[in-house]
C-alpha cells in the first residue's frame, strides 16, 4: 500500500493480495472514497449525479496508488468522477459506430481477418474515458453463455477470421474455469491462429494474473496479451510482478494507453511511462487519440500535441520505448505520424531526421 494512504482498517497481507478479497471490497460510494483521498465537492456531488449514467467501482488496490490530497493525480482522474462529464455536447455513445459493425451480439467486426470479440461487461474498476462506457458496467449487456457459444458459432463459419481479440469489459474479471472454457472452445478453431486478451487487469488489479491462470493460458498458445497502462505511477512493483507472470508463460505482453489531458499528453509523462514498460519486457503498442466520446471533453487533446509527443520520443529513446499514436475510426485504426518523409526532389527523396535535419537518399527505380 502506498505510503501515508489513509486507508483506516488496513487488511492483513493476505487478503490485499487476494484477487477475490480486492472484488469484493470495491470502492462503490463517496464515502468509501473519502477513506481514501479528501473527495472535492465536484468528486462527490459528480459520484452521485453520475451513478445512473456509467459505474463507479474503483478496487482498493488502485485506490491506494491515488494521491490523497492532490485532485489532479493522473491515478485519481482516470477513476473518479468530475462533474465535467455532463458537460460534452459534442460526446457521442459509440464514436466508432461499433454497433453498426456487429454480425453477432459483441463481436466487432472492422477488418476482414480479426475481430474484437467483448465477452464481458465487467471490469475491476471502470475508467472515466472508457470506449465502451454504453456496454461496460451495464448488467443488460451480460453475456450468457449461451450468448459466447453463439459468437464462437459465428467465429466457426467465418473461415477468414485468424485473430480473435477477447476485450470487454475485461475477460479476466471471468473466472479461470469460465475462461477456459471459452479459450479451448476458441482454439478448437482450425482458422484461428491467435487469441489475444485486452485486459486492464495487470494495472487495476494485478493479483488477479495468478500463477495458475497463467499456466491455463500457457495449454492456448499463441496467447497475446495487450493491457493499458496510462502513467509511470502505475509501474508498480505488483503490476511489474504481474507482468513478469505472464511473459514467463511465454505469452508477448504489449500495451495499448489513450491520450488524456493532464495525465500523460507531455512527452516526459510519455517518456518515463514508455520506458519503465519496456524495463517490464511490456512493449508499447498503440497510444489512441481520445475519441469524441460522451462525457469525455476535458480529456481530449489536440492531435497536433499528439504528434509532437511522439516527434519528442524518436531519435531520444530505445525504438521499443515508441508506441504508434493512432486514431480509432469505423474504418479501422489510422496511424498520425510526423511527416518524417518530407517530399520528392528529382529521383531523389527528402526526409526529415529526428533532430530536424534533411537528408536526400535516391529512390531506386520501380
Ligand atoms: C483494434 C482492433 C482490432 C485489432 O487491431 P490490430 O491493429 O491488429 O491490433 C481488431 N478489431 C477491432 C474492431 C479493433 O478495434
Ligand atoms: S478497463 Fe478498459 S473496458 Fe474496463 S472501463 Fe477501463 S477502459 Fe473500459
Known amino acids: 500500500m502506498a505510503d501515508g494512504s489513509p486507508v483506516q482498517a488496513a487488511p492483513d497481507g493476505a487478503q490485499w493480495s487476494d484477487w477475490t478479497w480486492q472484488m469484493r471490497h470495491r470502492i462503490r460510494t463517496a464515502e468509501d472514497l473519502a477513506a481514501y483521498v479528501a473527495p472535492t465537492p465536484d468528486e462527490t456531488q459528480a459520484v452521485s449525479a453520475l451513478a445512473d449514467r456509467f459505474r463507479f467501482v474503483i478496487t482498493p488496490y ?20 468530475r462533474m465535467a462529464e455532463l458537460a460534452d455536447p459534442a460526446g457521442l455513445a459509440d464514436p466508432l459506430d461499433e454497433v453498426a459493425h456487429s454480425p453477432v451480439k459483441n463481436v466487432v467486426r472492422v477488418y476482414a481477418d480479426r475481430i474484437a470479440f467483448c465477452v464481458n461487461n465487467e471490469c475491476a474498476l471502470y475508467c472515466r474515458y472508457c470506449l465502451r462506457k454504453r456496454m461496460v458496467g451495464d448488467e443488460d449487456w451480460a453475456m450468457k453463455k449461451r450468448e459466447l457459444s453463439e459468437a464462437v458459432d459465428w467465429i466457426r463459419r467465418t473461415p477468414e477470421i485468424r485473430d480473435v481479440l477477447l476485450t470487454g469489459g475485461d475477460p479476466l474479471v471471468f473466472s479461470d474455469d469460465r475462461l477456459e472454457w471459452l479459450i479451448a472452445e476458441i482454439r478448437a478453431i482450425p482458422h484461428v491462429e491467435i487469441i489475444r486478451l485486452g485486459t486492464r487487469l495487470p494495472v487495476t488489479l494485478p493479483f488477479r494474473v495468478t500463477d495458475a491462470l497463467c499456466d491455463m493460458l500457457a495449454r492456448y498458445h499463441p496467447i497475446w496479451v ?21 511473459t514467463r508463460a511465454g505469452i508477448p505482453v504489449g500495451n495499448q494507453s489513450v ?40 480529456f481530449r487533446v489536440p492531435v497536433e500535441r499528439g504528434i509532437e509527443i511522439f516527434r519528442a520520443l524518436r531519435g531520444r529513446t530505445s525504438g521499443y520505448a515508441i508506441p504508434q499514436y493512432v486514431l480509432d475510426t469505423p474504418y479501422g485504426k489510422v496511424p498520425l505520424d510526423y511527416p518524417y518523409l518530407r517530399g520528392r526532389e528529382g529521383d531523389d527523396i527528402v526526409v526529415e531526421s529526428y533532430d530536424g535535419r534533411v537528408w536526400r537518399e535516391p529512390n531506386p527505380p520501380d
Open 62 to 81: 488502485y485506490a491506494s496508488l491515488m494521491d490523497p490530497a492532490d485532485p489532479d493525480c493522473p491515478v485519481r482522474r482516470q477513476v473518479v468522477p
Open 226 to 246: 495487450n493491457t493499458h497502462f496510462n502513467h509511470p505511477k502505475e509501474l508498480t512493483p505488483e503490476a511489474a510482478e504481474a507482468c513478469d507472470r505472464l
Open 259 to 298: 491520450l488524456l489531458r493532464g495525465i500523460n499528453d507531455d512527452a516526459e509523462t510519455m517518456k518515463a511511462l514508455c520506458e519503465g514498460l519496456v524495463r517490464m519486457r511490456v512493449r508499447p503498442y498503440y497510444v489512441y487519440q481520445a475519441q469524441m466520446l460522451e462525457g469525455t471533453a476535458h
